[in-house]
């Protein structure tokens, strides 16, 4: 099985609010991964985490706070969000961080 | 550094067709390479994908990559398409040896399948 799951499917959010994005995967991967895809754009990593740590941090604004509670469970915290940040939010995970990448079906998020 | 490049952001083919969507990459180590295929408003599903050993890979529905080395390519075909074959398909590059596993993925081509 390579699944991993994303919650929610779809998000709309203020400026204002503070809203999370929930990743799991339940195949004893140790590397998750957050990466944001513009419509009808390649999808742009943003975070990586290998062993519960952050290991990359592509200059993402703090806006977005990536969050690793355990080997299985992937968040996504954001604040203050702009309309430019509205994009579909995809996870994905490896075995290790020098493995083939499996992709969750992704959170679309619109922000107003 | 590394890039992929994909000649043609679109591919109109008919059912049956062949579909060949061409892939080139650089980089300064040996590659491992994939294919992904995303439908509409989904996440991305790996297709095929090339690390050592043979350089023609068989993928899931039907679809084969040759890497070529000489030639910087991983071009992707299927002898005969099909209208589920409808989709936006992305190469990607990984360095191996590199921390984090980033991919660098091509532009995308989406594929159109005329009945």
């Known amino acids: 099985d390579t699944e991993v799951t994303q919650t929610p499917k779809h998000l709309v959010m203020g400026m204002t609010n503070k809203k999370s994005l929930k990743c799991e995967q339940h195949?004893?991967?140790?590397?998750m991964y957050w990466y944001k895809q513009k419509a009808k754009k390649p999808p742009e990593l943003m975070f990586v985490?290998?062993?519960?740590?952050?290991?990359i941090n592509e200059s993402v604004p703090s806006r977005f706070s990536p969050e690793c509670p355990n080997s299985s469970l992937l968040n996504l915290h954001l604040h203050a969000l702009q309309p430019e940040d509205s994009a579909l939010y995809l996870c994905a995970s490896s075995q290790e961080d020098t493995d083939t990448q499996y992709f969750g079906p992704g959170t679309r998020l619109t922000v107003l | 550094a590394q890039s992929v490049t994909q000649l043609g952001s679109h591919v109109s083919v008919s059912e049956g067709a062949l579909v060949l969507l061409r892939c080139n990459y650089s980089?300064?180590?040996?590659?491992?390479l994939f294919w992904y295929v995303q439908y509409p408003n989904q996440g991305l599903q790996l297709l095929l994908k090339?690390?050592?050993?043979?350089?023609l890979v068989k993928g899931i529905n039907g679809f084969e990559a040759e890497f070529k080395k000489s030639e910087t390519s991983f071009h992707l075909t299927k002898p005969s398409a099909h209208m589920s074959d409808a989709a936006e398909y992305f190469c990607a590059v990984s360095d191996r040896w590199a921390a984090g596993n980033k991919l660098t993925f091509g532009g995308g081509t989406r594929v159109l399948v005329k009945p």
């Open positions: 985490y290998s062993y519960e740590k952050l290991s």
């Open positions: 195949m004893g991967h140790r590397a």
């Open positions: 090339y690390t050592t050993g043979a350089t």
């Open positions: 980089s300064s180590v040996p590659p491992y």
